[in-house]
T-cell receptor
Framework: DTGVSQDPRHKITKRGQNVTFRCDPI?????LYWYRQTLGQGPEFLTY????????KSRLLSDRFSAERPKGSFSTLEIQRTEQGDSAMYLC???????????FGSGTRLTVV | DQQVKQNSPSLSVQEGRISILNCDYT??????FLWYKKYPAEGPTFLIS?????DKNEDGRFTVFLNKSAKHLSLHIVPSQPGDSAVYFC??????????????FGKGTHLIIQP
């Protein structure tokens, strides 16, 4: 068990570019979450998968944000036409159904210049 | 509108003493509460949780107290150790595990343990 893995750890991109982040959850976990954390704030819930089904996506920040989890394994979060306000830490977490808490990855820090 | 509030951005406690971190919430639908600990450059780590049917839950040096009528919970760490220095997040959800509602987090309290 190597925990929740996120790639890349850091990403610097120019405004207007598209970016994609990857999350590899703990293998037996069927639930996967994406959160965003900005400076001085707690993590903010974005979206949730149970296996391959995306059961909640209304909290994605705009239609520029999308997430996938093909075959219920790894997940990707894509941001199109990035804006400076998208600069943040993007956290992925996974859990088993009924678990008390999630296991978070170390996050991907996005800087939009 | 902050539904989970941690009003102390930072707290300094002497090693060996008790650390008390506080959290207030406004959403009556919250039924499950968690504390996470975060070191710099790492993701949050789950510490302890409590369901609304309980008023106390203990795990080693960590105890969480829930006062549902006051919509208030607290995390007690006894005795405090240098490795406890971190940012602590309070989180809440309408159900255990978050599910489609996710977790709602507070802004965090930076705990500093002084030698």
């Amino acid at each position: 068990d190597t925990g929740v893995s996120q790639d890349p750890r850091h990403k610097i991109t120019k405004r207007g570019q598209n970016v994609t982040f990857r999350c590899d959850p703990i293998s037996e976990h069927n639930r996967l979450y994406w959160y965003r954390q900005t400076l001085g704030q707690g993590p903010e819930f974005l979206t949730y998968f149970q296996n391959e089904a995306q059961l909640e996506k209304s909290r994605l920040l705009s239609d520029r944000f999308s997430a996938e989890r093909p075959k219920g394994s790894f997940s990707t979060l894509e941001i199109q036409r990035t804006e400076q306000g998208d600069s943040a830490m993007y956290l992925c977490a996974s859990s088993l159904m009924g678990a008390r808490g999630y296991t978070f990855g170390s996050g991907t820090r996005l800087t939009v210049v | 509108d902050q539904q989970v509030k941690q009003n102390s951005p930072s707290l300094s406690v002497q090693e060996g003493r008790i650390s008390i971190l506080n959290c207030d919430y406004t959403n009556s639908m919250f039924d499950y509460f968690l504390w996470y600990k975060k070191y710099p450059a790492e993701g949050p780590t789950f510490l302890i949780s409590i369901s609304s049917i309980k008023d106390k839950n203990e795990d080693g040096r960590f105890t969480v107290f829930l006062n549902k009528s006051a919509k208030h919970l607290s995390l007690h760490i006894v005795p405090s150790q240098p490795g406890d220095s971190a940012v602590y997040f309070c989180a809440a959800s309408p159900l255990r595990g978050g599910g489609a509602d996710g977790l709602t987090f507070g802004k965090g309290t930076h705990l500093i343990i002084q030698p």
